[in-house]
């Protein structure tokens, strides 16, 4: 291995851990709430150390974004498709996002996102937009998948049912947090079996 491709590699390495301590951080507070001092001091880094990975708080911030998404679908999307196409898919992906929520209980650094920037100007609005826009996306292809197989009603309105899908997500997650995970899983696992069934053949 040659100076320059040993180098380019622990640069790599440098920028994932200051990446993956950044994402805790922001689980915790927010990415309105990363600090570079804080996050230096957590990597036993200087500011300039940190800023030379990443140019800008912003830059950070993206760049957290995009790491938890790819997190995100790396656990709940991914493996839900080595399900058959149609209704297990998609109670996969369900299943698979109620996994999340219980491990992300103490904070979703995607959820925070959306609350912090769905009124804002700018990069990361643009982001957060994008991302959940092709999140829903995702989930309007496994419903018409699941009408194309015959699991769902011929007339259903994907676009409804992902929002539906979504929301009912989101009140887990809501609900987990305030509550305690095994109620709130209790109550949301309930309306899924009544919402599949209102979609159903």
């Known amino acids: 291995m040659s100076p320059v491709t040993s180098s380019a590699g622990k640069r790599a390495a440098t920028r994932d851990t200051i990446l993956d301590h950044a994402y805790g951080l922001a689980r915790c507070d927010g990415l309105e709430g990363l600090s570079i001092g804080t996050l230096a001091a957590d990597v036993g880094m200087s500011k300039s150390g940190v800023f030379a990975h990443f140019g800008s708080r ?4 993206l760049a957290v974004l995009e790491l938890g998404a790819r997190r995100f679908m790396a656990n709940v999307l991914l493996p839900a498709l080595k399900q058959p196409r149609g209704l297990p898919r998609l109670r996969a992906i369900v299943a698979n996002w109620f996994t999340w929520a219980r491990k992300n209980q103490s904070g979703c650094v995607l959820l925070s996102a959306a609350s912090e920037y769905d009124g804002r100007d700018g990069a990361l609005h643009d982001a ?15 419903i018409a998948q699941a ?17 539906e899908i979504y929301a009912l997500l989101l009140g887990l997650h809501h609900d987990g947090g305030l509550f305690g995970y095994d109620e709130a899983e209790r109550h949301t696992t309930a309306a899924f079996e009544r919402l599949w069934r209102s979609w159903q053949p």
């Open 58 to 61: 912003e830059d950070l911030q």
């Open 128 to 142: 957060v937009v994008a991302q959940q826009a092709g999140w829903r996306g995702e989930l309007q292809k496994a």
């Open 147 to 163: 009408i194309a197989e015959g699991h769902l009603r011929a007339d259903t309105d994907t676009a409804q049912l992902a929002f």
